[in-house]
């Protein structure tokens, strides 16, 4: 008999301001057998939402590939506007190897459904991660480098190649970066302040790539409905960089400048390693329970 594989997508899509269509996106994977929906939400600063689910490997490809093909029917990115990078109507789809999972079924997984969406789709895929077939595109922001225009200008100037599809990005849906990884963590601190560049400031001194904290990304942005700056964070490895250590790099920086930390939030799920009541508290975490925690959906054994 067979061991069972239980596999997390965690697919993020430009599109977080019409929330009926994200819940459309949403329902696409809730309707295929043998996986669990297990968080969605949207960002209207952002203009992005991510879903999150699980379940048998075999399941999970056919349900990203149920939500990849409601999306791309729903969402024109070139009436696309928001703070947050993309190259694509369907940005990203990671693919992460859970209980009775290896890496290398998470890479399989991967190529998989960047091959048939490709031809079903005639998109440009690029494979990032452990998924990775060119070693320039490993690290997911080398793809996202410019957002769209700046990955176009690179197709036409011959300086990279889609693993998948074709040369060019068609103008409603763009590309699709499709990857496989372990659990990363999504996360925003929001500073009681509108002053975006203080936010710009201090995710270039605590990002891994300026010399900061190891296994971080982060961007400074301004939430203009709420008038905030938010410093959104996504953490490779949280064993490496805690959410606190993630949470104190920012508090001690915001500090310096006398401005306080209104909240923090979660976007998807986290590792039950990562996340319990008293680190929430700590880093004025919104909204945690136990839901918000991969393990507590897993199957029973």
């Given at each position: 008999m067979n061991p069972v594989k239980i596999m997390?997508?965690?697919?993020?899509?430009?599109?977080?301001?019409?929330?009926?269509?994200?819940?459309?996106i949403a329902a696409a994977v809730a309707a295929v057998s043998g996986v669990s929906l297990l968080d969605y939400s949207w960002d209207h600063d952002h203009n992005r939402?991510?879903?999150?689910?699980?379940?048998?490997?075999?399941?999970?490809?056919?349900a990203a590939l149920a939500a990849g093909n409601k999306a791309l029917e729903l969402i024109d990115l070139k009436c696309h506007e928001g703070v947050h990078p993309r190259v694509g109507a369907i940005d990203v789809v990671p693919f992460v190897p859970l209980e009775g999972a290896e890496m290398s079924d998470a890479v399989a997984c991967a190529h998989r459904f960047g091959r048939t969406f490709a031809a079903g789709h005639g998109v440009p895929v690029f494979f990032y991660g452990e998924a990775a077939k060119n070693e320039a595109n490993r690290e997911l922001p080398n793809i996202?480098?410019?957002?769209?225009p700046g990955l176009i200008k690179r197709l036409r100037a011959g300086e990279c190649q889609p693993d998948e599809g074709p040369n060019v990005c068609p103008d409603r849906s763009g590309a699709v970066a499709v990857g496989a990884r372990m659990p990363l963590i999504a996360y925003n601190i929001n500073l009681d302040s509108s002053d975006v560049g203080l936010a710009v400031r201090i995710a270039g001194r605590i990002r891994e790539s300026s010399g900061g904290l190891?296994?971080?990304?982060?961007?400074?942005?301004?939430?203009?409905?709420?008038?905030?700056?938010?410093v959104s964070t996504s953490l490779t490895n949280f064993q490496v960089t805690s959410l606190r250590k993630v949470f104190e790099g920012v508090k001690n920086e915001a500090d310096l400048a006398g401005v306080d930390i209104l909240e923090s939030e979660l976007i998807g799920l986290a590792p039950r390693a990562a996340l319990d009541e008293e680190t929430a508290a700590y880093i004025?975490?919104?909204?945690?329970?136990?839901?918000?925690?991969?393990?507590?959906?897993?199957?029973m054994r």
């Open positions: 997390e997508c965690v697919p993020n899509f430009s599109e977080g301001r019409d929330p009926e269509k994200v819940k459309e939402s991510v879903i999150t689910f699980l379940g048998e490997a075999e399941y999970v490809y056919e996202r480098r410019g957002g769209l190891p296994c971080v990304r982060a961007l400074g942005l301004l939430l203009k409905t709420r008038n905030l700056a938010q004025h975490l919104t909204g945690f329970s136990a839901q918000r925690l991969i393990e507590t959906h897993l199957p």
